[in-house]
């Protein structure tokens, strides 16, 4: 699934691991057409890829992403309605799809973020599972400096991430913090100095678990986040049943009860959610 260096979004799988890079270095991976395009292909892709069990997401270069480019924006009068106008059959536009495409995937998401985190860009760290950065790291909510309000999903995973008076502070001003303070806001999971390595660690973490125990996992915690009580124990009885009998989840218990042993590797996830 490597593609080439000219191309927007990088793809590189190693050891049941998508490695997906963000390759507009010079544009601090600024988000234009070819971006928006290349991002959704690659998280179909990797959907497709029932051998893959995680994946880790950051930019090349000095930021992980520095938002829409306003630039290309300005210079493609189309752009605007193909990103944010929505077909009628379809459930999100462009713009929102970018981001929601990692949070729709059937396996963990871990977002390694450096530098600059604006607008866009921020969207789509807040739409993975996980978002590891710098302490240095750069963040904003930066619509609100142009005119307009986080409409990639944003309202969906700020709600599930913060209080509402944080998110509407951070909306309202669009001002620019650290992610040190991103984490005590909840909206950064971890701090380390090398995100990239610290998301590879937690991958092959993940990897060496039952995928499909951790797809019925990202899928119950999806349904029942703030679900009430009566519809999150049906979500946790169903999603089990579907779990109980299939072969990884037998590889699994095998495992368990084979002290000392090597342990036997776990098949493709299979599709049954």
Not at 25 to 38: C, H, I, P, R, S
Not at 82 to 101: D, M, R, S, Y
Not at 177 to 187: D, K, N, R, S, V
Not at 194 to 212: F, N, Q
Request: proline residues 4%; aromatic residues 8%; positive net charge.
């Amino acid at each position: 699934m490597t593609q080439s260096a000219t191309a927007r979004v990088l793809c590189e799988v190693r050891d049941n691991i998508a490695y997906v890079t963000m390759n507009r270095a010079d544009k601090l991976n600024g988000l234009d057409w070819a971006m928006f395009t290349q991002m959704i292909a690659t998280a179909k892709k990797i959907r497709k890829n029932r051998s893959i069990r995680a994946v880790v997401l950051s930019g090349d270069g000095a930021s992980f992403c520095a938002g829409l480019d306003f630039g290309a924006l300005s210079k493609d009068p189309m752009m605007v309605p193909k990103v944010f106008l929505k077909w009628p059959w379809t459930k999100q536009n462009i713009a929102q799809k970018i981001a929601h495409c990692w949070r729709d995937l059937p396996i963990p998401v871990i977002c390694a973020i450096h530098g600059n985190c604006f607008g866009g860009g921020m969207q789509i760290a807040l739409a993975c599972d996980y978002r590891i950065a710098t302490p240095d790291a750069n963040l904003s909510i930066m619509e609100m400096k142009w005119g307009l309000i986080p409409d990639m999903s944003g309202m969906v995973t700020l709600s599930r991430l913060t209080r509402v008076d944080i998110a509407q502070e951070l909306t309202m001003t669009g001002r620019q913090f650290p992610a040190t303070e991103g984490y005590e806001y909840g909206l950064i999971s971890k701090l380390a100095a090398d995100p990239v390595a610290e998301a590879t660690r937690l991958a092959e973490e993940i990897a060496s678990k039952s995928p499909d125990a951790i797809a019925a996992t990202k899928y119950l915690f999806k349904k029942t986040w703030k679900a009430d009580t009566w519809k999150a124990l049906r979500w946790e009885r169903w999603v089990q049943a579907r779990l109980l009998g299939r072969k990884n989840q037998k590889i699994a218990m095998a495992n368990g009860l084979a002290k000392g042993k090597e342990p036997k590797p776990f098949k493709d996830r299979t599709s049954f959610l």
